[in-house]
């Protein structure tokens, strides 16, 4: 059984610029969600993919995009970047329908730098 | 409405207990979870406690919740160095599809 992996595990982009994320979800899950931990926060969720659409979001605007693969590996696209959006951005794999916390995993973040 | 807050920091001497305290708003709430976060590594999932019930202990983790106060808070006995972490209360309920509302987390010193 392998964990959820996040790639890359650092990335730093400019102002303006658009980026993608990567989160292989844990075997068996079927859910995905992505969260933004700004420095010094807790974790704020973006929104959550489950059978490839889109299902759930906090208050992040459109220019936060994502996607689910069939194979439930997920992409998290921000484009336009802002300087705020410099923060470690989160994966968590679950299966759909259950509790949020004690079935769900989180992979080590994507720390992303906006300059 | 939603929000999550706790104490920045909390310091305590290795061998002591440490209680991490947690206020919460939204009653309808139906789990509350205790997670663990390290320099470099991901969100670790300590413990959790279902709305009904008051108090859950596994090993050196005790959850106490208090309803009435919207109140919760984590003893963790016997503190060790490898305590060390930032603690994150947060909670989930089913109208939002059981989706994770966190504290800003409280970062546990420990004193030798």
């Known amino acids: 059984e392998t964990g959820v992996t996040q790639s890359p595990t650092h990335l730093i982009k400019t102002r303006g610029q658009q980026v993608t994320l990567r989160c292989s979800s844990q075997?068996?899950?079927?859910?995905v969600s992505w969260y933004q931990q700004a420095l010094g926060q807790g974790p704020q969720f973006i929104f959550q993919?489950?059978?490839?659409?889109?299902?759930g979001r906090g208050n992040f605007p459109p220019r936060f995009s994502g996607l689910q693969f069939p194979n439930y590996s997920s992409e998290l696209n921000v484009n336009a970047l802002e300087l705020d959006d410099s923060a470690l951005y989160l994966c968590?794999?679950?299966?759909?329908?259950?509790?949020?916390?004690?079935?769900?995993?989180f992979g080590p973040g994507t720390r992303l730098t906006v300059t | 409405g939603e929000d999550v807050e706790q104490s920045l920091f909390l310091s305590v001497r290795e061998g002591d207990s440490s209680v991490i305290n947690c206020t919460y708003t939204?009653?309808?709430?139906?789990?509350l979870y205790w997670y663990k976060q390290e320099p470099g590594a991901g969100l670790q999932l300590l413990t959790y406690?279902?709305?009904n019930m008051d108090m859950k202990q596994d090993q050196r983790l005790t959850v106490l919740l208090n309803k009435k106060d919207k109140h919760l808070s984590l003893r963790i006995a016997d503190t060790q160095t490898g305590d060390s972490a930032i603690y994150f209360c947060?909670?989930?309920?089913?109208?939002?599809?059981?989706?994770?509302?966190w504290g800003a987390g409280t970062k546990l010193i420990i004193k030798p």
């Open positions: 968590a794999s679950s299966l759909w329908g259950r509790r949020a916390g004690d079935e769900q995993y």
């Open positions: 075997s068996g899950h079927n859910t």
């Open positions: 993919y489950y059978r490839e659409e889109e299902n």
């Open positions: 939204d009653s309808s709430s139906t789990y």
């Open positions: 947060a909670e989930s309920y089913m109208d939002s599809n059981y989706q994770l509302i």
């Open positions: 406690i279902f709305s």
